[in-house]
């Protein structure tokens, strides 16, 4: 199992252009989490998807868009991007396991908005 | 609201333990989760707490008090390798996947 893959693993961006980070898992896990991480921060959720067609925003879902047309994959849609939105993004996912919902990330997209 | 609380940053010794601790208030409570979390890399599991108590795993220990809305983490026989941040993290159950992480305590172990 690859787990949870996310590419680009870098990304430069122009103020006002657009771009997909994309993610995909392969362990059959009903949900997916996008969060955003700043320098020295903790992790803040974006959206998250319960399942194929079902997505709802987290806690910081301005500037940002996701579909889940699949099971395996969740991709993240950034608009007219802003230097706000340089950052580490993080995809994980997650299944009730063990009677918990242990998320598994990816190796993370680090974004720069210049 | 939402807030998770924990120490900006912490110093141990190798060999020794260390307790790193967390507070937590959210509307609604399902789970805390504790991650680990290089330099670069990505966070991974390290423990989960729904009810009262201590869970331990190896060198790794949580404790959970919910009526207080604390949580620690203990790490025992500290090596080189600990030295990461630890992210706290609580599962809001009246939002459905709604997960709260807080800011991270980031430990550096000394020889």
């Known amino acids: 199992n690859a787990g949870v893959t996310q590419t680009p693993k870098f990304r430069i961006l122009k103020i006002g252009q657009s771009m997909t980070l994309q993610c995909a898992q392969d362990m059959n896990h009903n949900y997916m989490y996008w969060y955003r991480q700043d320098p020295g921060m903790g992790l803040k959720l974006i959206y998250y998807s319960v399942g194929a067609g079902i997505t709802d925003k987290g806690e910081v879902p301005n500037g940002y868009n996701v579909s889940r047309s699949t099971t395996e994959d969740f991709p993240l849609r950034l608009e007219l991007a802003a230097p706000s939105q340089t950052s580490v993004y993080f995809c994980a996912s997650s299944s009730l396991t063990g009677g918990r919902y242990e998320q598994y990330f990816g190796p993370g997209t680090r974004l720069t908005v210049t | ?111």
Not at chain 2, 8 to 25: D, K, L, P, S
Not at chain 2, 48 to 74: A, Q
């Open chain 2, 1 to 111: 609201g939402q807030n998770i609380d924990q120490p900006t940053e912490m110093t141990a010794t190798e060999g020794a333990i260390v307790q790193i601790n967390c507070t937590y208030q959210t509307s609604g409570f399902n789970g805390l989760f504790w991650y680990q979390q290089h330099a670069g890399e990505a966070p991974t599991f390290l423990s989960y707490n729904v009810l009262d108590g201590l869970e331990e795993k190896g060198r790794f220990s949580s404790f959970l008090s919910r009526s207080k809305g604390y949580s620690y983490l203990l790490l025992k026989e500290l090596q080189m390798k600990d030295s990461a941040s630890y992210l706290c993290a609580v599962r809001d159950g009246n939002y459905g996947q709604n997960f709260v992480f807080g800011p991270g305590t980031r430990l550096s172990v000394l020889p």
